[in-house]
């Protein structure tokens, strides 16, 4: 069942228009202001993947999302990622799909390289179909972070890779780019810092 977006942004309208209460003039009624509406959206971006974009603690305040809403305040985020699930993907894509957002992030692979359900083969395939349902949003694709080189998660990459180009989507290897201190756990997990450093790559390519 698709996921209801979940906004990261404060309300994307703002509503100004005159002194509060009006302006008593003569004796007469007070003035009736004319309420102006303020765009504050001028771009809209959606989030959708795993654990590398959603901690998976709630009470964690450094998630990918609330960090690109705070460094881009004209940018609505919409947040289409579920922790520890890459599972199922097609399932939830739709509702980033029906988003009509100008971008879409993609982050999926980490956890599917350790379930043996869902082969490589299978999940290339996913990935696929995933990406052309999201058209015509451009597409940000983040390859799974590998940091101790598992050959087995090395090639979920490669095929997020294949048909992330096959797509025309645009790709971000976090390997190249974050360091030690930015993984955690079993290396396929950021740290808050590694969201950070990963919230900046995603920004130089919005």
Same mark, same amino acid.
């Given at each position: 069942?698709?996921?209801?977006?979940?906004?990261?942004?404060?309300?994307?309208?703002?509503?100004?228009?005159?002194?509060?209460?009006? =302006?008593?003039?003569?004796?007469?009624?007070? *003035?009736?202001?004319?309420?102006?509406?303020?765009?504050?959206?001028?771009?809209?971006?959606?989030?959708?993947?795993?654990?590398?974009?959603? #901690?998976?603690?709630?009470?964690?305040?450094?998630?990918?999302?609330?960090?690109? /809403? %705070?460094?881009?305040?004209?940018?609505?985020?919409? %947040?289409?990622? =579920?922790?520890?699930?890459a599972l199922d993907i097609l399932e939830r894509v739709h509702a980033a799909a %029906?988003?009509?957002? %100008? =971008?879409?992030? =993609? #982050?999926?692979?980490?956890?599917?390289?350790?379930?043996?359900?869902?082969? *490589?083969?299978?999940? #290339?395939?996913?990935? *696929?179909?995933?990406?052309?349902?999201? /058209?015509?949003?451009?597409?940000?694709?983040?390859?799974?972070?590998?940091?101790?080189?598992?050959?087995?998660?090395?090639?979920?990459?490669?095929?997020?890779? #294949?048909? /992330?180009?096959?797509?025309?989507?645009?790709?971000?290897?976090?390997?190249?780019?974050?360091?030690?201190?930015?993984?955690?756990?079993?290396?396929?997990?950021?740290?808050?810092?590694?969201?950070?450093?990963?919230?900046?790559?995603?920004?130089?390519?919005?």
């Amino acid at each position: 069942m698709p996921l209801k977006p979940r906004l990261a942004l404060p309300a994307c309208v703002a509503f100004m228009g005159g002194v509060l209460g009006g =302006v008593l003039s003569g004796g007469g009624a007070a *003035a009736r202001p004319t309420p102006t509406v303020v765009a504050v959206h001028a771009h809209r971006v959606a989030l959708y993947g795993d654990t590398l974009l959603e #901690s998976g603690d709630p009470t964690e305040a450094v998630q990918v999302a609330t960090i690109l /809403a %705070d460094d881009l305040p004209t940018t609505e985020i919409l %947040d289409f990622c =579920v922790p520890q699930q890459a599972l199922d993907i097609l399932e939830r894509v739709h509702a980033a799909a %029906d988003a009509r957002a %100008d =971008v879409v992030v =993609v #982050s999926v692979g980490a956890r599917d390289a350790t379930t043996p359900t869902v082969t *490589a083969g299978v999940y #290339s395939g996913q990935v *696929a179909e995933m990406l052309h349902t999201l /058209a015509p949003a451009r597409v940000v694709v983040i390859l799974p972070p590998n940091f101790y080189r598992n050959p087995v998660l090395q090639s979920y990459s490669d095929a997020t890779r #294949s048909a /992330a180009i096959e797509q025309h989507a645009t790709v971000i290897d976090p390997g190249t780019t974050l360091k030690g201190g930015d993984y955690a756990g079993d290396g396929t997990a950021l740290s808050p810092a590694g969201r950070r450093d990963l919230a900046t790559l995603i920004e130089a390519q919005l």
